[in-house]
């Protein structure tokens, strides 16, 4: 069985930062991509940013020049550095992994919270 562990979120300061942590674990062959998705109130679940096998990133238009994902392949962990956060950013952020040939599993989510 494969879990995916967040940590790091919690409750900053408009300019902040926070930095989210998430780790995969149990029966793993390979890891295609890693990811972050995010989901506010009444909104739907969003691209955050996602790195590759091959550390190809792709991130959110809303994100870039204040995130950085970055991922540590020997112990299948991907990271999530949030620098300058606005309140639009509080959400619910979750994990997100392909692992096995293309199997897709989340985490179960951490919350986010900017105070203006």
């Known amino acids: 069985q494969v879990q995916l562990i967040e940590s790091g979120g919690g409750l900053v300061q408009a300019g902040g930062s926070l930095r989210l942590s998430c780790a995969a674990s149990g029966s793993i062959f390979s890891i295609d991509s890693m990811g972050w998705y995010r989901q506010a109130p009444g909104k739907q679940r969003e691209l955050v940013a996602t790195?590759?096998?091959?550390?190809?990133?792709n991130y959110a238009e809303s994100v870039k020049g204040r995130f950085t994902i970055s991922r540590d392949a020997a112990v299948n962990t991907v990271v999530l550095q949030m620098n300058s956060l606005k309140p639009e950013d509080t959400a619910i952020y979750y994990c997100d992994a392909y692992i096995n040939y293309h199997t897709r599993y989340w985490g179960q989510g951490t919350q986010v919270t900017v105070s203006s």
């Open positions: 790195i590759t096998d091959s550390g190809r990133t």
